[in-house]
């Protein structure tokens, strides 16, 4: 009978996650859930000294945030816990006293001063340092404290990784290895080897960094007796020019900092999901449904891949176009401008529905729509900045505001009047959209840029487009002076 397919995440509370490592932990939820089988969130929490406080509400934060749930972990337990390694120092000591009963664990007898020796010694007779080559031919009783290495058996070993195919190793990359520490915890070499086994894990997902340790490993399991998990290597996140691994210098960012600047999850999800992966088709844009049905870690690219953040912002902006207004209010409402806080929840509205076609990112929207909730301050630059307005002189440009506040006056503010009223004002004036139009796109909104001029004269409203042209004719007369 198949075993039920299992598999985790276990990260390590000492910083924020980035876009790595949330992908490595979609790609294993992604097998769980295809195949009807548990997800698990485990905190390996051994190394104290780099351990940063609230990185473990942040991982389940940065997680929940892009809509990966969990089966079992350190705040909603289960049957396989405990979930974080710090509190099963007891589980580690009996494992690692089994291996030396078995004769293939051992205190370490040397000094930290004495190791560098040896080391030294080794980088002078220009050889690999083997800390096997000095093993003591005793060993002393291990008292439960003292730091214990494991007692290698170096050989070959082919094994089958999912992703990267068939592997190799000589013997001489196998050496003893420290399992636990003299502060009684654990080293993630030994730790996470029990834990998979205690949990049942079928399915081991970890970065390429961890390629070469796996010879290692594979010995441990053997020592042990376990059955090895199915062993799945992900290649390196690259940076934007595919030549080394992402960094934070590269974009490498707070997974929540996504969240502060208005990403929305679904995308977020899409994105890393097809960071290196893809079903063999030229279709972009999955549900999380599809994902499920689709992801395969056997087409999961062995090469690393490109993080390209226009393609976020692109698959960003498909997502808030395609949601329907209700939905994209109600995820965007809380990046609204403070000047908003005036205005109802139907005119918010309004204004959203006008500037959802060119939204990349929530966070956009104060910049986006601050002259609609606030009366903008007069900047000349824009019209002496504009390519068409700037070869126009200030008694001409007073002139056709003036007769467009005639024209504006007698509509009714529709958008089909407006249309209609500004293309009779282009015949009257004898004069180009990019003149015209732009005029009173500046003077009605003084931003760089803004919605269709339709639209956004519809929203604003008759009184108060009509009040921000008067300024700018009194603002236009003055500067002819």
Do not use: C
């Amino acid at each position: 009978m198949n075993k039920k397919t299992r598999t985790r995440f276990a990260p390590s509370p000492t910083g924020f996650l980035h876009v790595g490592g949330v992908r490595t932990a979609l790609f294993a939820w992604l097998i769980a859930k295809q195949n009807g089988g548990d997800f698990i969130l485990r905190i390996e929490d051994t190394d104290k000294i780099r351990e940063v406080s609230g990185s473990e509400q942040h991982i389940i934060d940065s997680l929940h945030f892009v809509g990966i749930d969990w089966d079992e972990g350190p705040d909603i337990g289960g049957k396989f816990g405990p979930y974080r390694q710090s509190d099963k120092l007891t589980i580690y000591k009996e494992w690692a006293q089994k291996l030396v009963d078995k004769g293939r664990a051992y205190p370490d007898p040397y000094s930290q001063l004495e190791l560098d020796q040896l080391r030294e010694k080794a980088k002078a007779e220009k050889r690999p340092f083997l800390f096997r080559e000095h093993r003591p031919k005793t060993f002393s009783k291990w008292d439960g404290n003292s730091t214990l290495r494991f007692k290698s058996d170096p050989k070959p070993y082919v094994w089958q990784d999912a992703v990267m195919g068939e592997l190799s190793n000589g013997e001489e990359v196998i050496d003893d290895f420290i399992i636990m520490k003299n502060d009684g915890y654990p080293t993630y070499n030994f730790a996470h080897i029990i834990d998979d086994y205690l949990m049942e894990i079928t399915h081991v997902l970890r970065s390429q960094e961890f390629i070469s340790s796996t010879p290692k490993f594979l010995n441990l399991y053997e020592a042990l007796e376990f059955e090895r998990p199915i062993l799945a290597t992900l290649p390196f996140v690259m940076g934007p020019d595919g030549k080394k691994k992402l960094s934070k210098r590269d974009g490498a960012k707070d997974i929540l900092d996504y969240k502060n600047e208005g990403y929305s999850p679904e995308a977020l999800l899409n994105f890393l999901a097809t960071l290196g992966w893809n079903d063999g088709t030229t279709q972009e844009i999955f549900s999380e449904k599809e994902l499920i049905e689709k992801f395969s870690i056997n087409r999961v690219s062995r090469s690393g891949a490109k993080f390209d953040e226009q393609r976020l912002l692109w698959l960003n902006g498909h997502y808030i176009r395609e949601m329907a207004l209700d939905d994209l209010f109600n995820k965007a409402k809380d990046y609204f401008p403070e000047e908003a806080t005036a205005f109802d929840d139907n005119y918010k509205k309004n204004v959203l529905s006008i500037i959802q076609e060119r939204l990349k990112f929530y966070s956009e929207i104060p910049s986006l729509t601050r002259f609609f909730f606030s009366e903008p301050s007069a900047d000349l630059s824009l019209i002496e900045g504009n390519k068409q307005l700037s070869k126009i002189e200030p008694t001409t440009l007073v002139e056709l505001l003036e007769a467009s506040i005639e024209k504006l006056e007698a509509s009714t503010f529709d958008t089909a009047k407006l249309s209609e009223t500004l293309n009779t004002l282009l015949e009257e004036t004898g004069q180009k959209p990019a003149i015209l139009f732009s005029l009173i796109r500046v003077v009605t909104t003084w931003a760089p840029s803004s919605p269709g001029l339709v639209e956004s004269l519809n929203v604003l409203g008759k009184e108060t487009v009509l009040r921000r042209m008067q300024k700018a004719v009194v603002l236009l007369e003055k500067h002819k002076a």
